[in-house]
């Protein structure tokens, strides 16, 4: 074979042209014929039994071309690039074809290149860093957690209120006429907690055991076609109203909840956890720009076909990820109000985002001179194996060295630019920040009312939304 020319084009793209020789083109043609002539019927002879040039010239000479040259074509192109030492990404095209009276084969290609990165500011970069202070009123807000969830349940004999749990049995009709999904019997409803359609708890409140009541309300334009926007009524019957009793906090709750023998290591604890997940986001926040300023100090044209194959790869990880938990993704996909082409979409910028940090990574350890040594691998492999529980060697099985050695290195470059980078005072805010509490405060003072409700209100809000038909379809179900 021979490379006839390799020419620049635009977008970080070349064509490249190849002539492939008549002996090779003749063998890729008797290749094809042994393969396709199974399938063909020719007046005379036995079905696949006819000889070549009988089909030629039957059918033309050039019968056979179109899958010689696709036999042909990548043997081809991974000669020109092993030949010109080119760095390619992507699949190549065939863009044009031409055969010469004596069965010389000329195939043009059209590929990707990877890209040459032109750095910008990568060292002594500068952002903010501000891990916020962990208050009293955040220790709490979790210690209200704890309690709520291990609350007790007891019935009381009054109208119930929010936050009280309403044991009720209800029918819904439209026009007067049941609708599925819309009946339960004994369902545990938790007044304030946005589970059902908005309107319908609140119209619940204030009824208490035994109680029965037409709840009117009209559902949202958005939920399902055949009630959206429809008004309708429920038929409800109060069983039973109970209402969440909160443990005391003191020492023997610490004791019950965790593995701390009083209420005031339980909330030192809290303190430094919730320290070490505000440092924490603070530092990946601190990297996020360091890193965002760095990809957009350099130059650089990411072609088309790469950020193509990025996404072929997202898109694997994802089915897989979604397949392995049990689920279908195009159903998945479906649920969340979206479909596999939407999907792929709407995850270009994240793909080309990637794609552009990984190119600044590489070019910054070749500027640099990064090198990874064979015991930055055996310790990867190591970390690795202790990760996953799995022995080294059957991690090496999994992963290659050449695949860890790029990692290795651009995780090193990584290092090098955040190690080189500044932290930038914090703009202080016009309000004056809370004073920081000791743990021993929050001991010695119970939370203030505004406080509690506050974080009560929060959890509310955070509870999980559901339609009213598709609760009730589920509780009788389970039933």
């Known amino acids: 074979m021979k490379v006839n020319g390799v020419n620049p084009k635009e977008k970080s793209t070349i064509e490249v042209i190849v002539e492939v020789p008549a002996a090779a083109f003749e063998a890729a043609l008797e290749q094809s014929y042994r393969k396709n002539r199974g399938g063909l019927l020719i007046p005379g002879f036995r079905k696949g039994k006819a000889p070549r040039k009988i089909i030629e010239r039957m059918y033309g000479n050039s019968f056979f071309f179109e899958d010689a040259i ?56 500068s952002a903010e860093k501000n891990a916020e202070a962990v208050k009293k009123a955040d220790i709490d807000a979790e210690l209200l957690a704890l309690q709520k969830r291990n609350a007790r349940i007891q019935p009381v004999k009054r109208k119930a209120k929010k936050g009280d749990t309403a044991v009720i049995d209800f029918e819904g009709f439209l026009d007067g ?67 969440q009793v909160l443990p005391e906090l003191d020492d023997e709750f610490a004791k019950d909840v965790s593995e701390f023998d009083t209420l005031k290591e339980l909330q030192e604890d809290i303190k430094t956890r919730l320290t070490a997940e505000r440092t924490k986001k603070a530092d990946d926040a601190f990297e996020e720009a360091i890193m965002k300023q760095a990809v957009e100090s350099m130059t650089v044209e990411v ?17 897989y990820s979604i397949s392995s938990q049990g689920m279908d993704p195009a159903q998945y996909l479906q649920m969340m109000g979206m479909n596999v082409e939407g999907f792929r979409e709407g995850s270009r910028s994240t793909a080309l985002a990637r794609l552009k940090t990984s190119l600044l990574l590489e070019a910054v350890a070749a500027a640099e001179k990064i090198a990874v040594v064979e015991a930055d691998i055996e310790a990867e492999y190591a970390r690795l194996a202790e990760q996953y529980g799995q022995a080294v060697e059957r991690i090496k099985k999994m992963v290659s060295a050449e695949d860890l050695t790029g990692d290795i290195m651009r995780r090193k470059a990584s290092e090098l630019i955040f190690g080189s980078a500044k932290t930038k005072a914090a703009k202080k805010s016009a309000k004056t920040d809370e004073a920081e509490a000791p743990a021993e405060a929050a001991e010695e003072k119970p939370a203030k009312k505004p406080a509690a409700k506050k974080a009560a209100k929060t959890e509310a809000e955070v509870t999980e939304k559901k339609p009213v038909a598709k609760t009730t379809k589920a509780k009788k179900e389970t039933e």
Do not use: W
Not at 99 to 117: C, G, M, N, Q, R
Not at 228 to 236: E, L, T
Not at 310 to 317: F, P
């Open 70 to 125: 696709n036999i042909v074509a990548p043997d081809a192109f991974e000669y020109a690039v092993k030949e010109k030492d080119l760095k390619t990404v992507g699949r190549p095209s065939v863009e044009d074809v031409d055969v010469s009276d004596d069965k010389v084969l000329t195939l043009t290609f059209t590929t990707a290149l990877y890209p040459e990165v032109t750095l910008g500011t990568y060292k002594g970069l």
């Open 303 to 319: 072609p088309a076909a790469m950020v193509e194959q990025t996404l072929d790869g997202m898109m694997q990880d994802f089915h």
């Open 177 to 243: 006429v049941p609708f599925d999904g819309g009946k339960a019997d004994g369902f545990d409803l938790v007044l304030g907690s946005g589970s059902f359609v908005p309107g319908f708890e609140d119209q619940v409140i204030g009824m208490k055991a035994g109680d029965e009541k037409a709840v009117k309300i009209t559902f949202p334009v958005d939920y399902a076609a055949d009630l959206a926007g429809k008004d309708v009524v429920f038929q409800v019957t109060c069983q039973e109203v109970k209402e």
